[in-house]
């Protein structure tokens, strides 16, 4: 990790390259910045003086937006106060008011606050579920992360700034900024662009994707005992400094169900190292623009578009391989169904792509199956499996 002398050097070196370019170069980028008030000051703005394109696409990307300072960006606290607010009198009204947070965290799914305590900010009892615009008690994880009084430095911080000092509680820049994934562009800004600064691309496709996997992951920091890396660096090893999770097949585990199917969300790595995919060669950037995109998820062309990519016959073959009507069930409907079930929890899409069969030994386990998650809601596992036995039957 550089200094910070390092880092504001870089940030130094990188805002003197915006004051030699034309007012008319930046205009663009210079109003996208100030769409979010937590750029404006951060090396990351620094780097849009030549990479305008890439700062424009990650400024509306969550990477950028999913920790709030009230303080600096007001706009960012997505949640409601008063009376005719859903939920607000039932989990809000009497344990905290607006003034309390001094933290917030989420833009897509659900937002929790924070409010700072003596040696840390801690969990504010009810978060905001932003799709429903209500409030509601945490989760029961995030309550049991409460209870145990854990602050969001020793429990998330590392994963949601960058340059996060575990020994300070300090961070360089909020979420997931440049340096997060091309490491220290001191050298890079201080001579123009003319010393290289690290291109994901360059790496190996599982460097590259270890890179997306030091936060999409669940594991254990190999010095600290943290839940997320401290100390890795960009193309380096990251089970070298981190110890992921692994599922005990034949077994319900808090992080995977018995078939090794991954359980909770932000754990798309662990569920692509058991991929076909990950087996040929492919990457998290194969199908996700890191910087940002117009497609959902940030992919790279809409998913029937990107399967096929590979999967040329998937067209010819859908109808007999899924055994639908076309139009009616898509590549994701089958091969990414959700897998963590649980009230009030992120959900997320199992990043395996294999199809989860509607088996007896599934139901028993209580895992989700592609069938009846979604799709099939009105039905149970025990049709769904007697209906895919029956089409299989007919093929």
């Known amino acids: 990790m550089p200094s910070s002398?390092?880092?504001r050097a870089a940030a130094a070196a990188a805002v003197a390259v915006l004051a030699v370019l034309p007012a008319s170069a930046l205009e663009d980028v210079t109003?996208?910045?100030t769409q979010t008030s937590a750029v404006a000051a951060t090396a990351s703005r620094g780097c849009g003086a030549c990479h305008s394109q890439e700062l424009s696409l990650w400024i509306n990307h969550p990477h950028s937006r999913f920790l709030v300072d009230p303080v600096r960006d007001s706009r960012g606290v997505l949640a409601?106060?008063?009376?005719?607010?859903?939920?607000?009198?039932?989990y809000v009204k009497g344990a905290f008011g607006r003034g309390d947070v001094t933290r917030a965290f989420g833009v897509l799914q659900i937002q929790v606050l924070f409010r700072r305590d003596r040696d840390g900010h801690r969990l504010l009892p009810a978060?905001?579920?932003?799709?429903?615009?209500?409030?509601?008690?945490?989760?029961?994880?995030l309550e049991q992360v409460r209870r145990e009084r854990r602050t969001w430095e020793a429990s998330c911080a590392g994963c949601h700034t960058t340059g996060f000092d575990p020994g300070t509680g300090a961070f360089e820049e909020p979420n997931v900024a440049c340096r997060a994934c091309h490491g220290d562009g001191t050298a890079h800004a201080q001579s123009g662009g003319r010393k290289p600064v690290l291109r994901p691309s360059s790496l190996t496709p599982e460097r590259r994707s270890e890179i997306?996997?030091?936060?999409?992951?669940?594991g254990t920091d190999r010095r600290t005992g943290r839940p997320?890396?401290?100390?890795?660096?960009?193309?380096?090893?990251?089970e070298r400094v981190f110890e992921l999770e692994a599922p005990v097949l034949g077994r319900t585990t808090a992080f995977f169900w018995p078939d090794g199917t991954e359980r909770l969300a932000y754990m798309e790595y662990q569920g692509f190292r058991q991929s076909r995919h990950f087996e040929e060669g492919l990457s998290c950037t194969t199908c996700h623009l890191a910087h940002g995109s117009d497609y959902p998820f940030n992919l790279r062309r809409r998913t029937v578009d990107l399967c096929e990519t590979c999967h040329r016959d998937a067209s010819a073959l859908t109808p007999v391989h899924r055994g639908h009507?076309?139009?009616?069930?898509?590549?994701?409907?089958?091969?990414?169904?959700?897998?963590?079930?649980?009230?009030?929890?992120?959900?997320?899409?199992?990043?395996t792509f294999r199809f989860l069969e509607p088996s007896a030994a599934a139901v028993r386990a209580g895992r989700p199956d592609s069938c009846t998650v979604e799709c099939h809601r009105d039905r149970d596992p025990r049709w769904a499996s007697g209906a895919v036995r029956a089409w299989r039957e007919k093929r």
């Open 5 to 7: 002398r390092a880092f």
């Open 31 to 33: 109003a996208r910045v």
């Open 80 to 90: 409601r106060w008063g009376k005719g607010v859903p939920g607000w009198k039932l």
């Open 127 to 141: 978060q905001w579920n932003i799709r429903r615009k209500r409030w509601e008690p945490l989760s029961d994880a």
């Open 212 to 218: 997306c996997g030091s936060c999409h992951s669940r």
């Open 228 to 238: 997320y890396p401290v100390g890795f660096t960009p193309g380096d090893s990251l």
């Open 325 to 351: 009507p076309a139009g009616k069930a898509t590549c994701v409907d089958c091969h990414m169904a959700m897998t963590n079930l649980a009230p009030r929890e992120a959900h997320a899409h199992t990043h």
